[in-house]
């Protein structure tokens, strides 16, 4: 199908962190999707902000996706629900209610599974029931709603560092790479089928020093980010704006699927 408006929405990973251009902006796999997809007439908007929960998306991105008059969502989001302590009712309540309002103005619309990184975050074990939970109810709500499910909550990716960045929560440019893959596949684009294989060798463990510097760098300075901004009323996204809020041609230098 040749799609001529594309709008993605979600959180930080839709909107490309840590996967960076050398001119510091991020590109990510909805940048990589776009590009996959460019022709003549073709248009593309970006209105995920990092941090968002399901339940915000609703309110701040669907309203505004919905006057753009896209005829292709693609939308990633929940990893904020089940990292804030959402209830598993809460979860799928929000789940169900963001996908019917986006299939109800979009012809075409995609959702994910997200793989279990609960291995990788501090006291994971807590996250595992949540994401379980999340995954079921895009599951449910994709067939209820008419949606195409990118389903990622198997892919072996999950457990090589190197398709994350250093947070091991967000994606490496390898991860956007291979979940732009998973996307085209899901739609029947053509695209490079290198992008979903197997990375050759295997990534070289992390030692105590990795671990410790992990949680030094990426850990506890998130944790006291989130717990002074909760003292002080702020949510996570507060202050940052959709990197493209308007449907525009691509107009990077060079083609970011590459």
Known sequence: ?????????????????????????YRGWADRVASALDAPGFRYANLAVRGRRLDQMLVEQ???ATALEPDLVVLFGGGNDVMSGATQEQIAERADAMVRAVTSF?????VFTLSDI????????????RIETLNSAMRTAAARYGAILVDVETDECVHD??????DRLHLSSLGHRRLAGH?????GIPFDESWLAPLEGRAAPASVLDHWRW??????????SRTRNKLIGRQPGDGFVPKRPELAPLTWPQRVAR
């Not at 199908?1 to 902006?25: H, I, K, T, W």
């Not at 979009?106 to 995609?110: N, Q």
């Not at 609960?118 to 029931?129: C, E, N």
């Not at 560092?161 to 250093?166: D, E, I, K």
């Open 1 to 25: 199908m040749n799609y001529q408006r594309f709008v993605a929405l979600g959180d930080s990973c839709a909107e490309g962190l840590d996967d960076l251009l050398p001119d510091g902006r």
């Open 62 to 64: 669907v309203p505004s």
């Open 106 to 110: 979009a012809p075409t619309v995609a």
């Open 118 to 129: 609960s291995h990788r975050m501090p006291f994971g074990r807590r996250m595992r029931p």
């Open 161 to 166: 560092s190197r398709y994350f960045g250093p």
């Open 183 to 187: 996307v085209l596949s899901a739609l």
């Open 215 to 224: 949680l030094r760098d990426q850990v506890l300075p998130v944790a006291y």
